[in-house]
C-alpha cells in the first residue's frame, strides 16, 4: 500500500517554543492531506485539511493561528505548532488521500510533549 | 458525531477467530463500510471496506447485512499483533475526513 511518512516520530519541546511536524506521501502524490490530533484513551479527532497550494481548512474550534498548517509541494505537508504549551501535549497524526485508490493512508504519529 | 456504534472492548483467543460487531442504522445509500485499527502508539492502518456485499482480503472479511445498518469484521484466525483498537467507519468514497468513534479495543491473549 501507499506510505506516509511523518517526522519526527516524537519531540519535547519547551513551552512556549514552536515544533514543526513533516507529513510526507512516499510513493504518491497527494494534493490534500489530513491532520488529526489524538489525546491519551481517547479517539482521534480531524484538526484541519491540508490543501496544496491554497489555504487549510481548520475545523471548528481549532485555532488556525496556533496550528499552522503548510502544503508546498504534492508530496509534503506541514504543521507547525506555535508557542506550545503543556495542554498542546499530543500525538499528532496525518494522514493522505491515495489519488488511485479510495483508502486514506496514514503516517505513524508524532508524539508532542510540551514541557 | 460517528455515525456507528461498536462494543468498547472484547478479548480473544490466540488462533480462534474475531469478531467485531459494528452498528450504522443511519448508513446513507453512498456510504461505504470501513474499517481501520490503530495498534498502540502508530497510526490507524486501512483493513477492508464494503458498500453492500460481503468483502475478504488478506487481512479480513467484513460481512454486511442486507439493510447495510449492520456489519461485522471477521480475523479468522487471530494473533498477538492484532491487539489494536477497531474503528468502523461510514463514509462516501470522496470523503477523506473520517470521523472516529471510540472503537472497539480487543485484546488477543495467548
Redesign the interface.
Known amino acids: 500500500g501507499a506510505v506516509v511518512s511523518q517526522h519526527p516520530s516524537w519531540v519535547i519541546c519547551k513551552s512556549g517554543t514552536s515544533v514543526k511536524i513533516e507529513c510526507r506521501s512516499l510513493d504518491f502524490q497527494a494534493t490534500t492531506m489530513f491532520w488529526y490530533r489524538q489525546f491519551p484513551k481517547q479517539s482521534l479527532m480531524l484538526m484541519a485539511t491540508s490543501n496544496e497550494g491554497s489555504k487549510a481548512t481548520y475545523e471548528q474550534g481549532v485555532e488556525k493561528d496556533k496550528f499552522l498548517i503548510n502544503h508546498a509541494s504534492l508530496t509534503l505537508s506541514t504543521l507547525t505548532v506555535t508557542s506550545a504549551h503543556p495542554e498542546d501535549s499530543s500525538f499528532y497524526i496525518c494522514s493522505a488521500r491515495n489519488p488511485t485508490g479510495t483508502e486514506a493512508f496514514f503516517g505513524q504519529g508524532t508524539r508532542l510533549t510540551v514541557v | 458525531d460517528a455515525k456507528t456504534t461498536q462494543p468498547p472492548s472484547m478479548d480473544c483467543a490466540e488462533g480462534r477467530a474475531a469478531n467485531l460487531p459494528c452498528n450504522h442504522s443511519t448508513i446513507s445509500g453512498n456510504e461505504?463500510v470501513?474499517w481501520?485499527r490503530?495498534i498502540h502508539?502508530?497510526?490507524?492502518?486501512?483493513i477492508i471496506?464494503g458498500l453492500k456485499n460481503n468483502e475478504t482480503n488478506e487481512m479480513a472479511s467484513l460481512i454486511i447485512t442486507e439493510d447495510r445498518k449492520s456489519s461485522t469484521l471477521i480475523l479468522p484466525h487471530a494473533t498477538l499483533r492484532d491487539t489494536a483498537v477497531y474503528?468502523c467507519i461510514v463514509r462516501a468514497?470522496n470523503d477523506?475526513?473520517?470521523?472516529?468513534?471510540?472503537?472497539t479495543t480487543v485484546t488477543v491473549r495467548a
Open positions: 461505504y470501513y481501520y490503530q502508539s502508530q497510526g490507524p492502518q486501512y471496506h474503528y468514497l477523506y475526513k473520517l470521523s472516529f468513534g471510540a472503537g
